[in-house]
């Protein structure tokens, strides 16, 4: 048996206004190449970079929310290496100073956080021939801040190295400091994986040769990726051979890990302190003030859901996962809360997730095309209550919801749906429904409870849907016994 020993280094573009070292937009939207690019992040001989403050103290601010320690005096480094989509020849970094060490996130010890600056875009495009095949250089995301993130090997599996990225992915979202999307690129995970036998005593201890793997692009690739080197690795020592010590690429296509290079040493990078930018310095005034302007972080408005919402822990688990949810819910419990005497929280909540999340889903509609305001599903949650609209008329009002935007009592109006609640509406039908199918009836009668369930159904079906089921049960149990 082998144990794997896992650490990550993950690397957070920030979503800041401008890049990190010049006045150029960071604009991940922008399409076309080129546009956002300076003399500064271009690498022109003779050029001053300036770093970029609010960067910095969002790199601050994630150390103290994952319980870091933050540098009183840091400064940036210069990592040479040579690639086309690194113009300067050297990317501006942090070396033996990051801005944070230390911490923990979901048990698992952070080694350090610094902030760097990302390198262009390469796209190799074949025009038809080979002899026509052309390499292209975006250089508008040379220069945005990327935080770097590197972990203890803690971990043991895949699982809990997705749970981890995970957990960075939604405190980042918190912060307001990065979308940390994967699929974007705004969010890139490396792994760095060993094998050991398993120990039978302490003296037996020693790891196995490390071996890095890039290019995961989603939580399924890092999964997956952990997953293989895993196997690979295993079959490789059951044969008696050695583990190279190289840096490997995930293949998402094949679903495996190839061999891109043997690893450089940090010698290599000839580190040196960048001589274009002076050491800095945070005094604790400065950092009390960023940990005062911390927001609240996800287990906070964990606690403070279930205290203040009556909610269990998997249901509040569900809503804060994404900021962005646990401030629609908190937005529409508010207006429920305005709408009705005593607010259903349980049940705005399952029509949050079950049937909003699962209309979403059908339809391909993301958080950010989602047209439904917090406000209007409140307004169709206090009509279910009030009985105003049924259960079966509400999905039918959110799917339409979902489709316009708009409110729910317009569509109602516009559609004519209006729910049949008096009892006199409802009772000329009962009595027809009664009157049509005596056989059922005499069922009901003589015991038989499905009986009333038929009829229940007829009832529904003659007002088209729009009468409260349980209220026609009521009504019906009062007419027949
Ligand atoms: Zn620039
Ligand atoms: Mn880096």
Redesign the pocket.
Known sequence: MYIPTIGLEIHIELRTKT?MF???LNDPQERNPNV???P???GHPGTLPVPNRSAIEEVLKLGLAVGGKIARKSHFDRKSYFYPDLPKGYQISQYDEPFVENGMLEGVRITRVHLEEDAGRLSHAILGKPSAEKSYVDFNRA?IPLMELVTEPDIKNAKEAVRFAKALQRLMRYLGASDADMEHGQMRVEVNISLSKELRDESEKKLGTKVEVKNINSFKAVLGAIEYEIQRQTELLEKGETIIHETRGWNDEKKKTESQRSKELAHDYRYFPEPDIPPMTFDEEEISALAGALPELPEQKKIRFIREFSLTENQVEMITDEIFWANYFEQAISELGTLTKEPDNNLLLNYLTSDLWGMMKSTGVKNETLKVEPEHLAALVAFIQEGKCSSRIAKDVLAKMLISGDDPQEIMQTEGISLVSDDETLLVIIREVIEKNPKVVTDFKGGKQVALQFLVGQGMAKTRGQADPAKLRELFERELI
Do not use: M
Request: aromatic letters at 0%; one cysteine or more; hydrophobic letters at 25%.
């Open positions: 890049k010049c006045g150029c956002h690019v300076c500064i992040c271009l220069g």
